[in-house]
Structure formats: structure tokens, C-alpha cells
């Protein structure tokens, strides 16, 4: 690289001269150890390098006083994506995202230099003649490093893709089957009321250290996720400990038995252990687990660095060996910066982050093309727990107006796609009977508490759902009489607290200038994700622009939202309403029926919105592309592809 950036230097020099491709530029040896910092022997090797490399025509000074000339005969763009090219046939992908910087590369060159490095992410086999395909790995590029991969304490969609390909649960949830599977555990049962359940667990499982599973290792999981009681005192608390806060007693009946004891029934106990949060971590981990994470999963890490992230197969996976040998994830925002346009700014977001080839430059053989809708949704959160403007429902419906607006999706294009109308999709279908079972319909005295937290009655139409307002083909109001501001009205300022990524940037602009033309004046307040819950974001944010991933079973999903600290919607409501929240969870606790309990949530959901202290906003589209001799491409439920289920056909 020293040489190349040396030769660069005549380069420049042998240009500003403005002659043809052939013509010498006359130059010295002492001229020469100027420019390139060096004295004059080591400019005389230096030379001599180019001449073998080809990189120049070099025709020495005859006699004394005789100036030496030069020609060029390589562009140094040229060179550096040649040398780049090397670097990643050899695995070097970091001293190759590293030319990106290089001070002599024009902006021409360093798009080059993209489209070379956007090359090889794809499927690489390993080996020669008949070992072609015995080693298969898949590289792939993303805009940012996984933050912590502890399963106790990871909330955002990509750390929970990982933790699902590091770890196992107990339980499984088969969203097409739609029922409860083993996992860790290959048989349960529970006592009548629920408040006594027994695991059986599988025989011959290993951590990736080698460790055996055992029940202790339940034991220790669930216990670091329950209250500060039972968790070991030197333990963070997890944002999840509220789910698991009513377990009693854990107790191993032997290496492969369990009994999980709580203070009362807990029905919905399978679902819960099926959410990445309930990933068994062994005993014996340790202080950095966060970022040396330790599973039975179908793949372990093998690797973990600034800008790489490699996970290697499992080979003693309990269940079936995975056909992929190695995944590598580079963390290149420099790609996304400088490479592609809006759609590339929004990874994060779409959540599918399976460009691992790149569409029409691989090569002219037919590519897949698979697309879905996210199940879960971007939202705005309302701080009602904070004194201010938005203890008025007049507002909050105001700001909902603006944001619901059919039209919103268009103007900021990219991947977004349908308006939501529940925070897991297709939530909103749910029958409401309302007779269900004790603790779902509300009673006359909580029924006049909840409306008075409410302040103010719904602006809907008696019995129609406030999101159907808004949908195409319903008459609108139009833009001057919904969104001009009467300049008579006080302009109220509020801040928007959200994260860089998912999207974010735009959509806080749009919005910025949306409910400008309400009267509103927004000040968006840029924080690193993990600040988003912090006591003194709390304090001064009036909303919140975030994005809720959700995982394969719906009901988990909503107990999670509603019933855990993992965003801050429970800690923007006012006490009263957290209060009304809490007592009404703990009854749907109690209930039998998965079906009562789904209309149960779907109802406070709906009581939430109807209030809106929640607004709803829209869903990814969620897409991935790749050559058709790549097989088992599905996006799961959290927008990724499993990497266990991926094969190449030859």
C-alpha cells in the first residue's frame, strides 16, 4: 500500500503536466526523495519497484546534470480496486474497506472500489475440484456492529436474529402450525391452576464450551430474569423481569427436570419461554457474555471484532446440523453511506439485511425474489407521565391526525408499506366477545376509572375502529382544513426523542415538518439507543419515535409490549393508567383460554390507542434477492433470514 501511495504522488504530478498518455515528465532523484519523504536510496528502490510492478516507463539521465524522465503508465483507481480485489479473495476484508479512506482515491475510484467490495458478499465455497462444496460460508455487509448479545438484554431486531442463531429456548412457537414445539425442553406439563409446571429436558446437549445442559443452567436463566429476590445480587436487572417477576421457586429435580413454581398461575408460561430474552445461557457465564455470547444454538461465535462478526456451525447441534459451514457479518457503513441511495440508508428498518448478493451485478442467471410484510411496526409514543401539553387529549388526537395520514408512506418512499393497526400484525382482526373469561370485560367501576383516565371521549363514529378513518377510498378531510395552522393558536414545542438508523432520519424529518403545519414545532433529540429508557430522557421527551420488532408467536409478542420494560410505553403512561394496566394483566394471567387472553390484550391495546397515548405508524416491506441456486431463503418473523435453513444447490 506504502508503495502505491508513493506512486500516486508522481502520478498526480505526471497529470498536472496535461500531456498525452505517453509523454515523460523530466524529474530527479533529490526531487524524488521530496515527495516521497525518503532519502535518495530508498527513492532509487522505490522506483525500481514501479519498473517491476509495470506501474511506470522510467528512462534514467545520461551523464551529469542530466534530468531522468518518467511516463505513467497505471491509474492509481485502477490499482487500488486490483489490490482491493486481492485483499478479499484472501479473506482480508478489513485492510480492504481500509482503501476506502485512502487519501488518492478519486470519488470515481472509490465507487469502483463499492461495486468491487459489493461483489464479494455472496455464498463463497471452499476447497478445490471434488472439495468445492464441502465448506460453504456467506459473507454479507451491515450498516452497524450488534450491541449486546446477551439475551437478557437485548431489545433491538438485529441483536435478537443473532441471539435466535446463538441460542435455544426451551420452548419453540411454529408460526405455521401455530402451536408450541420442543425446544430445550422435549416435554412439559402444569398443575390445574398453573402455578406448578415440570420440564423435561433433552439428553445430550452441549453449550458451545463444551459444557453439558443441564437444569441448573434453567435455573440460572430464568432466575437472572425474575425478580431481584431470586436473581444473584450482582446481576443487572433485565428489562424482561417484569414477565418473570411472579416465578416463586426454580428448583432442578435432577440434571434433566425442572419445576418452575410461581406465586400464581401464569398460562401463558410456554410463550413467554419462547421469547430470544428466555435463551438458556450456562451457569458458568461469565462477566462478558454480552459480547462473548455462549448458546446450544445451531451456530457459535468464532469471531468478534470491531467491523466482524463470524459465526461458525455448530457441529454438535441437538437438533439438525445446519448445511452452512460460516457466517460473516461486516459492519461497512461505508457502503451504505456512499454506495446506494434511500433504500440502503434503511436496513435497520426493512429488517430483512439479506443483501448478501447484490441484485444484477453478480451475474445474468435468474435471481429470487421473496417479499413480506413486517409483523411488527414504526410508532410514536406519547409521554403522558410527564406534566405538559400532551396531558391533553385534544392534542395527542391532533398529532394523531397528522401522522395516520394515508399519504405518508409515498412521500417518504424507500421500503415502507402498509399503515398498521396494531403493533402485531394482523392483531387488529381479533373478535372482541368481551365474555370471555373473568378479568377481559371490564367492570362497571373499572369501566367509569378507565374513562376518566381517558380524558375525553373518542373522536371516532360509535363502534368503528379510530384506524379505519383514514384508509384509502374513505373520504379525507382535505390538507387545508386538517393541517393549516390557525395563526390565533399558541405554537406548541415539543421534543421527539429517537435513535440514528431504522429509518429514523427521515422520518423524524417528516414529521418535523408535518406537525409544522399543525402549530406544532418539534425539536428532535438524536440518542443512542441504549439512553432511550434513561430517567432523564424520560424527563424531558414528549415523544418517542420507535420501532417494534416482534417475533413468531402473537401472544408473547403482546405480553412482551404491554407487560415489559423492553421500550418505555409503560413508563409514558400516568401512574392511574399503569396502575389499570398492571391489574388487568394480572388477571388475563388467570385465564385458561390462549384465545381469551389474545382478545384480552388486543383489548387494552385498543383501550391504549383509543387513547392515544400510542399512534401507530406503518410496516416494512420486507424483501430479500439472491441467485436461485441458493435454497431454504425464507424471512422469518423478525425480518432476517435463518442461516441454519440456507443450502446451495450445484
Known sequence: MKLLEHYARIYDRWKERG???????????????????????????????????????????????????????????????????????????????????????????????????????????????????????????????????????????????????????????????????????????????????????????????????????????????????????????????????????????????????????????????????????PVSLGGDGHLKPVGTG???????????????????????????????????????????????????????????????????????????????????????????????????????????????????????GELAHSFVRGMDKITDRGESGEGLALTSESKRNNESSMCGESSSEPGEPLDKLHEPGRKQVSEPEASMHNSSTPIQRLELVTYAGAGHERDADWLQQELKKTGIELHIRWVPYEMLGHPDTLATADLWLLEQPVDADDEAAMWAILGSDQSPLRSCLSPGRRNELERRLGLLQLEQSRSARLQGLSRLERELLDERAIVLWYRWRQMASFPSELQGVSIGSLGWVDYKALWFRE
Not at 418473570?244 to 410461581?262: Q, T, Y
Open 298 to 416: 445451531p451456530f457459535m461465535l468464532s469471531r468478534r471484532e470491531e467491523r466482524l462478526l463470524v459465526l461458525k456451525a455448530n457441529p454438535s447441534y441437538y437438533l439438525r446440523p445446519t448445511q452452512l459451514d460460516q457466517v460473516e457479518m461486516w459492519c461497512l457503513p461505508e457502503i451504505y453511506e456512499q454506495g446506494k441511495g434511500v433504500e440502503w440508508e434503511e436496513q435497520e428498518g426493512e429488517g430483512m439485511n439479506f443483501w448478501h448478493y447484490w441484485a444484477g451485478q453478480q451475474s445474468d442467471a435468474p435471481w429470487e425474489w421473496l417479499e413480506r410484510m413486517d409483523r411488527g411496526c414504526k410508532y410514536v409514543l406519547m409521554n403522558q407521565a410527564k406534566q405538559g401539553p400532551l396531558q391533553q387529549l385534544s392534542l395527542r388526537e391532533q398529532i394523531h391526525k397528522a401522522i395516520r395520514q394515508v399519504n405518508a408512506m409515498h412521500d417518504l418512499g424507500g421500503n415502507r
Open 19 to 281: 500531456s498525452g498518455s505517453d509523454a515523460f515528465m523530466e524529474v530527479t532523484v533529490p526531487g524524488l526523495a521530496v515527495w516521497f519523504y525518503c532519502s535518495e536510496r530508498n527513492a532509487k528502490l522505490l522506483i525500481q519497484s514501479m519498473q517491476r510492478k509495470g506501474w511506470i516507463v522510467w528512462r534514467p539521465g545520461q551523464g551529469r546534470g542530466h534530468k531522468s524522465r518518467v511516463c505513467c503508465a497505471a491509474i492509481p483507481d485502477q490499482l487500488i480496486v486490483e489490490h482491493a480485489k486481492e485483499l478479499l479473495d484472501s479473506g482480508h476484508v478489513q485492510e480492504a474497506v481500509e482503501l476506502l479512506e485512502a487519501p488518492f482515491l478519486t470519488d470515481q475510484g472509490r465507487g469502483q472500489l463499492l461495486h468491487t467490495m459489493q461483489q464479494s458478499f455472496r455464498y463463497l465455497p471452499q476447497g478445490t475440484g471434488k472439495q468445492q462444496a464441502h465448506r460453504a460460508s456467506l459473507r454479507f455487509p451491515s450498516y452497524r456492529q450488534p450491541g449486546s448479545l446477551d439475551p437478557a438484554y437485548a431489545t433491538r431486531r438485529t441483536e435478537l436474529h443473532w441471539i435466535r442463531q446463538l441460542y435455544d429456548t426451551l420452548v419453540l412457537y411454529d408460526i405455521d402450525q401455530q402451536g408450541y414445539q420442543s425446544g430445550l425442553a422435549h416435554h412439559w406439563e402444569s398443575d390445574r391452576s398453573a402455578r406448578r409446571w415440570r420440564f423435561y429436558l433433552q439428553k445430550h446437549v452441549q453449550f458451545h464450551n463444551g459444557a453439558a445442559f443441564t437444569a441448573d443452567d434453567v435455573r440460572f436463566t430464568l432466575e437472572r430474569l425474575a425478580s431481584a429476590a431470586l436473581r444473584e445480587a450482582a446481576s443487572p436487572r433485565s428489562l424482561y423481569d417484569h414477565l418473570f417477576s411472579g416465578i416463586k421457586k426454580v428448583e432442578p429435580l435432577h440434571d434433566h427436570l425442572i419445576e418452575i413454581e410461581w406465586e400464581q398461575g401464569c398460562y401463558q408460561l410456554l410463550g413467554l419461554l419462547t421469547l430470544p430474552c428466555a435463551s438458556i445461557v
